[in-house]
């Protein structure tokens, strides 16, 4: 099983639509959860970390699912630049100075 | 601003030389790391630093090296013994702390396109 997963897409969704993703993770020891942005050949943003009880960020919603061991992002009303690739994000356990694994990410592209 | 600088931004090598890549942070991170991406690819571990003086190899660090003589600069080389370098770089640093670590995402900079012609 690889260590982070994610459907890699392309997912077309139109403007002003809801739009889920998620992801799945193998470390049971990770501790530190992220959804990233990355533009086309552009450095990754931190979009969200994601807590145990679930968070939102405007029209961004996290969620954490330890027992199975998957993140999801919900993007709600979808704009045009929305439309990136959306990183999922743990770290390896045991702090959060060891490095992050990174999925390969999910494209998202938003159509008017 | 505080923030995190590589450079150069693009980067021609020819086979068999070596290449230094800079990273430079000021804001005061403990950590930094670089990670290399390809297309298509997720980012890859090469190494990492916690503290000064200090870096340990991450999943993917050979043909690479790296020094981190102060706190506020990482630079990586690329050796002639990396086989397939071309690839984009990428510098990141974090705060590191006790216990759960939830909020400590990474900065990164924006990164460096490393060619071999």
């Known amino acids: 099983r690889k260590e982070v997963e994610q459907d890699p897409g392309p997912f077309n969704v139109p403007e002003g639509a809801t739009v889920a993703f998620n992801c799945t993770y193998s470390n049971s020891a990770s501790q530190s959860f992220f959804w990233y942005r990355q533009d086309c050949r552009k450095e990754p943003k931190l979009l969200m970390s994601?807590?145990?009880s679930g968070n939102e960020d405007g029209r961004f919603t996290a969620q954490l699912n330890r027992a199975s061991q998957y993140i999801s992002l919900l993007i709600r009303d979808s704009k045009l630049s929305d439309s990136a690739t959306y990183l999922c994000?743990?770290?390896?356990?045991?702090?959060?100075?060891?490095?992050?694994?990174f999925g390969k990410g999910t494209h998202l592209i938003i159509q008017p | 601003d505080g923030g995190i600088t590589q450079s150069p931004k693009y980067l021609f090598r020819k086979e068999g030389q070596n290449v230094t890549l800079s990273c430079e942070q000021n804001l005061n991170h403990d950590a930094m790391y670089w990670y290399r991406q390809d297309p298509g690819q997720g980012l890859r571990l090469i190494y990492y630093?916690?503290?000064?003086?200090?870096?340990q190899k991450g999943d993917i660090a050979e043909g690479y090296s790296v020094s981190r003589e102060k706190k506020e600069s990482f630079p990586l080389t690329v050796t002639s013994a990396q086989k397939n370098p071309t690839a984009f770089y990428l510098c990141?640093?974090?705060?590191?702390?006790?216990?759960?670590?939830?909020?400590?995402?990474?900065?990164f900079g924006s990164g460096t396109r490393l060619t071999v012609v």
């Open positions: 994601v807590y145990s």
């Open positions: 994000v743990v770290n390896r356990g045991g702090g959060g100075a060891d490095g992050l694994t």
């Open positions: 990141a640093s974090s705060a590191t702390g006790t216990g759960v670590s939830s909020d400590y995402g990474y900065t």
């Open positions: 630093s916690q503290i000064v003086n200090d870096f």
